[in-house]
């Protein structure tokens, strides 16, 4: 059951009650170094609710059982939930069939999964894959991988001072050479949300195939891939409220049909001769092996909370704390916020004049304020702004502005230490 309702009476700004919020995600409860718990990592992985976790404990107790595999009432139960999970997978981001969601280990799998079934296929000496400076390396990485193996080429679109991709020069990109595009939706490093859909449509004119990497949006906005046109779309449910171990990879069917498999074994065939095997259609085709069944599961349940909520009411909420996290950081004498596009996601990127990063996250950690500090995985990022780290709030649906307050107070803090 879900416990979240929606109500008009709110907390200051917020379109929801914030405390009904909170009261479902029982970790928020903690006591870190005898302080309530902060928690500002969201961006890395965002809590569980109870209904979610309420779920995963019904299919342990009652419905697991290994799926596809059995006639046995346990079996049929786990693989009907398994296929449940899809279709709210599917709904949710408004794919045009079930069949175009396949179940991942998460956002890197995927896009391994696309670099080997898509990639290793079509991509051919010389070709072009375009990226962009605030990919997350795994966005890079995989297709630094392939380049080598095949001699292809990477061109790399620019950022300017903001943090905001330079349009024209992507643009400028594109020759007949270009042959793939990987394009980070929303920046984990800086929340810059990429304006994706001109991006889709420039591309298509060249017949070049996007992936998009939604592992920073997917929590924070509501999506439709069939609007956005986008070839693949990536993303983790732990970032949704849901358990690691699964995400999926949409894809356009004729793309995933026309791909290879990644991984060979069980469930991925029609029939295995030592002559000859048959794939299975998709999506079994790239789901070989047992699956993550209870996560899988523990995702749609997750899916299913944050509809409830409305991605929409979640977006208007976080946008409240963006602004307002903004301009109370930006009263501290000697902090830099990193990353300043016009269209952004509540993510704070900031450094200290004199104080390094970790030093910051130790600091505020002693008061049980949770931020990330480091590269974030986006070392080309860092090279831009020529820093080597940075300290990164990033807030969820479930965070106050209190927290903001507690946040300021806490690097107020750190500078009477260091400074
Ligand atoms: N892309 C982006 C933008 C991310 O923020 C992350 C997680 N930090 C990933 C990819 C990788 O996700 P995962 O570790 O769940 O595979």
């Not at 969601?101 to 375009?130: A, P, Q």
């Not at 029609?270 to 069944?293: L, R």
């Amino acid at each position: 059951m879900n416990s979240v309702t929606l109500t008009r009476q709110t907390e200051d700004f917020s379109v929801f009650d914030i405390d009904r919020v909170r009261a479902d995600f029982p970790i928020l409860q903690l006591k870190v170094n005898g302080k309530p718990l902060i928690y500002l990592d969201n961006a890395a992985s965002c809590q569980m609710p109870q209904p979610v976790i309420d779920r995963l404990v019904r299919y342990q107790t009652t419905q697991h059982a290994n799926i596809n595999r059995a006639v046995h009432y346990l079996s049929e139960v786990a693989t009907m939930e398994y296929d449940s999970a899809r279709r709210k997978l599917q709904q949710f981001v408004n794919a045009r069939e079930d069949r175009e969601i396949i179940f991942t280990s998460g956002t890197t799998d995927s896009i391994n999964l696309v670099m080997h079934g898509y990639g290793r296929k079509f991509i051919k000496t010389g070709d072009e894959i375009i990226l962009t400076t605030l990919e997350h390396h795994s966005n890079i990485v995989p297709w630094q991988m392939l380049a080598k193996e095949k001699g292809a080429i990477i061109r790399v679109v620019p950022i300017n001072d903001q943090g905001e991709l330079d349009i024209d020069e992507y643009e400028k990109l594109f020759n007949e050479r270009t042959k793939f595009v990987g394009l980070i939706h929303v920046s984990n490093a800086l929340g810059t949300i990429n304006p994706i859909q001109r991006m889709i449509k420039f591309a298509h004119r060249f017949s070049v195939p996007v992936l998009i990497d939604g592992a920073q949006a997917a929590p924070h906005m509501a999506l439709d891939v069939q609007a956005l046109d986008c070839d693949f779309y990536v993303f983790s449910a732990h970032k949704l409220c849901g358990p690691t171990g699964v995400g999926i990879l949409y894809g356009k069917a004729t793309l995933l049909e026309a791909m290879q498999p990644f991984k060979g074994g069980g469930d991925m065939i029609t029939s295995v001769t030592f002559e000859e095997t048959i794939y299975n259609t998709i999506p079994h085709k790239f789901e070989a092996g047992t699956p993550p069944i209870a996560a899988a599961i523990g995702f749609g349940a997750a899916i299913d909370y944050l509809t409830n909520i409305g991605l929409d009411h979640i977006a208007a909420y976080e946008q409240t704390l963006l602004e307002y996290a903004t301009a109370t950081l930006s009263e501290i004498p000697g902090l830099r916020i990193i990353g300043t596009a016009a269209e952004k996601t509540a993510v704070i990127s900031f450094i200290l004049d004199g104080i390094h990063p970790h030093d910051i996250g130790t600091i505020l950690n002693q008061d049980g304020i949770a931020v990330r500090t480091g590269h974030h995985c986006a070392q080309p990022v860092m090279q831009r702004f020529k820093v080597p780290a940075t300290s990164r709030a990033s807030f969820a649906f479930y965070n106050r502005k209190t927290e903001i307050d507690a946040l300021a107070a806490g690097i107020r803090t750190v500078q009477k230490v260091f400074l």
